[in-house]
């Protein structure tokens, strides 16, 4: 079991900058892939990206890749989303979430995590 704490959510002008944290708590976090998902407002939720468990292997949504990066310390057992050139279509309710499946080609699968945070709030205004 893994509880996921999300934090650095906020309002931001488009073209600006924030980044989100995940603290996780509980069994090793060196053993999770990890990833972030937001979800719109009317909408489905949708990937955004994906780190394998050593961090050597990343995965980005199109809509976000060149923009945003993410990145873990296994020692802080934090994950993060650098966001830049935000826009105001990036404005959702961001999550992280944690999977034991280390299969590389379903990183991008919603249905692979098996833990969630409760989500963080993130407005870019035009």
């Known amino acids: 079991q893994v509880q996921l704490v999300e934090s650095g959510g906020g309002t931001a002008q488009a073209g600006g900058s924030l980044r989100l944290s995940c603290a996780a708590s509980g069994r090793t976090f060196s053993s999770y892939g990890m990833g972030w998902f937001r979800q719109a407002p009317g909408k489905e939720r949708e990937f955004v990206a994906a780190i394998s468990r050593s961090g050597v292997t990343r995965k980005y949504s199109d809509s976000v890749q060149g923009r945003f990066t993410i990145f873990r310390d296994n020692v802080k057992n934090t994950v993060y989303l650098q966001m830049n050139s935000l826009k105001p279509e990036d404005t959702a309710v961001y999550y992280c979430?944690?999977?034991?499946?280390?299969?590389?080609?379903?990183?991008?699968?919603?249905?692979?995590?098996?833990?969630w945070g409760q989500g963080t709030q993130v407005t870019v205004s035009s």
């Open positions: 979430a944690a999977r034991t499946i280390i299969t590389i080609a379903t990183m991008a699968s919603l249905g692979s995590y098996n833990y």
